[in-house]
């Protein structure tokens, strides 16, 4: 019994390794960075309201935090942009990266423009 039970466990493992990870549909083909890696930000915007995702692609935002804008997606993803927020929990930090819909917030201060096309690729919508 002992056996069987420790000839599963490498099937049970990959496939909890097989769903910790997954694939979401794009949102858009193209994304405007400051940089070819979009590894630069491009603006600070304040969140003007509360947003809670309904997927793994999108970060929650509270109204009054900080966004960090590094990407804007383009065509059919217009609508969303693509920073990262700091959240405390339990008075550690940390930071979340994801997509969040422009309009929960609004631009404060511009640090470079967004003038360079990048295509985006299926890590871009990876959910861990």
Known sequence: MAFKLLSALPVILF???CEAGKQMP???????CADSECSHPILIARAIQD?????CRFIPIQKGQLVYVYAMLKD???LFWA???QNTYYGEQE???GHFPSSVVEETYA????TTEVKTTN???YCN
């Open 15 to 17: 496939l909890a390794a």
């Open 26 to 32: 794009k949102l858009s083909n193209k994304k405007l």
């Open 51 to 55: 947003y809670y995702p309904g997927d």
């Open 76 to 78: 059919r993803g217009n």
């Open 83 to 85: 920073g990262s927020v």
């Open 95 to 97: 930071a979340r990266i």
């Open 111 to 114: 640090i470079m423009p967004a």
């Open 123 to 125: 890590w871009d919508f």
